[in-house]
């Protein structure tokens, strides 16, 4: 294993054991190599390489934390795959958002309160009814993101996220839009919602996998202008 990686997965175990916690200053470049055995070079990309990662966070004049640890921060950089991924490995992307987004979809009507059904309805009303396509894909992606978190389930909030492309949604719209389809996507959303309102997991579940299969085979059928 490189120098490096050792130094990195030596520091990732020291938080999984509870040696280090959350929001526990990091001992020194020079404590952590003495104890390691370890160049204090290697030491450094190490400690910048979780930084990278949301592991850690360097605070000026003050050293360097362990951060809160949540999913969010953990998967972060995570949510670049959707927006720079490109042909097949986007077709791809889609498969792992039908496995698991409808999943969530059932979850959310079973746990969305009131509040948040009320929040999702004011998104519906912004999705394709005379808007603007950037109008409608903030919205589209709100949407869905409401729904997931409605679950409470941070971990699937962040995965979700990193799975969705505010590009890619803008290209589905417009593409719709160019074939008179647009009615369709919106269709789909109010059978999401109506689902969740009626509080069926297996509606919700029904439909958001109609909802992402519509999309993957709209992707394949112009997979040519996506490189």
Request: contains cysteine; charged residues 25%; aromatic residues 4%.
């Amino acid at each position: 294993m490189p120098v490096t990686q050792r130094a990195i997965e030596r520091i990732k175990s020291m938080i999984a054991e509870g040696a280090l916690g959350p929001g526990q200053r990091l001992p020194t470049e020079r404590e952590l190599s003495a104890e390691m055995g370890l160049s204090r070079s290697s030491m450094r990309e190490a400690i910048r390489a979780l930084i990278t990662l949301g592991v850690l966070e360097a605070r000026h004049g003050a050293g360097v934390y362990v951060t809160a640890l949540r999913p969010a921060d953990l998967l972060e950089t995570f949510s670049v795959l959707a927006e720079i991924s490109h042909g097949q490995t986007l077709v791809e992307v889609l498969q792992v958002r039908r496995m698991l987004e409808p999943a969530a979809t059932a979850l959310a009507a079973a746990r969305a309160t009131d509040d948040q059904l009320r929040h999702l309805a004011g998104l519906l009303d912004r999705i394709g009814h005379g808007t603007s396509v950037g109008e409608t894909v903030s919205a589209d992606l709100t949407f869905h993101q409401a729904i997931v978190a409605s679950t409470n389930n941070a971990t699937l909030a962040a995965i979700n996220g990193g799975l969705s492309s505010h590009t890619f949604n803008a290209r589905v719209w417009r593409g719709h839009r160019e074939e008179g389809m647009t009615v369709r996507l919106r269709e789909d959303h109010e059978r999401i919602y109506r689902a969740l309102l009626a509080r069926d997991p297996d509606a919700a579940r029904a439909a958001a996998t109609m909802h992402i299969l519509e999309v993957e085979n709209w992707l394949c059928a112009h997979l040519d202008d996506f490189g």
